[in-house]
Nanobody
Framework: QVQVVQSGGGLVQAGGSLRLSCAAA????????MGWFRQAPGKEREFVAA????????NYADSVKGRFTMSRDNAKNTVYLQMNSLKPEDTAVYYC?????????????????WGQGTQVTVSS
C-alpha cells in the first residue's frame, strides 16, 4: 500500500495563489505517475493535471491551463500544484493520486492510490 499525503490549500481571494503539495511514501517515487483531481460539492471528481512517471509529459484540464502548473521533485518524493489567478469556480476538495509507471492520465480509474484531499476555497 502506498501512502499519499497532501498539504497546502486553504482560503484565498479571487486572483490569488495557492500551492498544494503531495508526498508519496515509496522507495522509487520517480517510477510513479501522479495526478491532481478535484471535487466540488454535488459534482463528480474531475481531472485537473497529471504528470507521467518520466516527468516528460504533463497534461492539464482546459479550465486550468495557463493558470496551474504541476511539478515534481523526485528527491523529496513530492509533487506540487501551483495555482495562480484562482477563481471562485476553482473551489473544491483537491486530491492527489498516484500509480506505478504510466502516463499523464486524466481518468480517476487510472490511479491506484489517493491522498486524503485538501480544501481549496476561493472567495469572490
Amino acid at each position: 500500500q502506498v501512502q499519499v499525503v497532501q498539504s497546502g490549500g486553504g482560503l484565498v481571494q479571487a486572483g490569488g495563489s495557492l500551492r498544494l503539495s503531495c508526498a508519496a511514501a515509496v522507495r522509487t517515487f520517480s517510477s510513479y505517475a501522479m495526478g491532481w483531481f478535484r471535487q466540488a460539492p454535488g459534482k463528480e471528481r474531475e481531472f485537473v493535471a497529471a504528470m507521467a512517471w518520466s516527468g516528460t509529459t504533463t497534461n492539464y484540464a482546459d479550465s486550468v491551463k495557463g493558470r496551474f502548473t504541476m511539478s515534481r521533485d523526485n528527491a523529496k518524493n513530492t509533487v506540487y500544484l501551483q495555482m495562480n489567478s484562482l477563481k471562485p469556480e476553482d473551489t473544491a476538495v483537491y486530491y492527489c493520486a498516484a500509480r506505478y509507471y504510466g502516463g499523464s492520465y486524466d481518468s480517476v480509474t487510472e490511479y491506484d492510490y489517493w491522498g486524503q484531499g485538501t480544501q481549496v476555497t476561493v472567495s469572490s
